[in-house]
Nanobody, 122 residues
Framework: QAQLVESGGGLVQAGGSLRLSCAAS????????MGWFRQAPGKEHEFVAA????????SYADSVKGRFTISRDNAKNTVYLQMNSLKPEDTAVYYC???????????????WGQGTRVTVSS
């Protein structure tokens, strides 16, 4: 199982931008898709975005389409989430995830790391 470490969260005003990073280490050969989930206070984990290791396929939640962009750097085993035009409703702890496919990433059960907190003030 790959180890994932999230970073890049912080406090930003509405309309601002942040870039999150997720570095993978360990058994990364078993990973073909990586992505992001988030959990707002009192809510369940919500899928945000995912990308395949080739970068050919991406998937986004409707709530972030056109504002967030997922990308990856294979040499660094790192996936990024560029978040623009942030809204207060984007406030959440963001978690990185990895799986064999984007579908498996969206639907599979998993344990979560520490995540990185994003707070968007109005």
């Amino acid at each position: 199982q790959a180890q994932l470490v999230e970073s890049g969260g912080g406090l930003v005003q509405a309309g601002g931008s942040l870039r999150l990073s997720c570095a993978a280490s360990g058994r990364t050969f078993s990973v073909n898709a990586m992505g992001w989930f988030r959990q707002a206070p009192g809510k369940e984990h919500e899928f945000v975005a995912a990308i395949t290791w080739t970068g050919i396929s991406t998937s986004y939640a409707d709530s972030v389409k056109g504002r967030f962009t997922i990308s990856r750097d294979n040499a660094k085993n790192t996936v990024y989430l560029q978040m623009n035009s942030l809204k207060p409703e984007d406030t959440a702890v963001y978690y990185c995830a990895a799986d064999l496919t984007i579908l498996a990433l969206k639907t599979g059960r998993r344990s979560w790391g520490q995540g990185t907190r994003v707070t968007v003030s109005s």
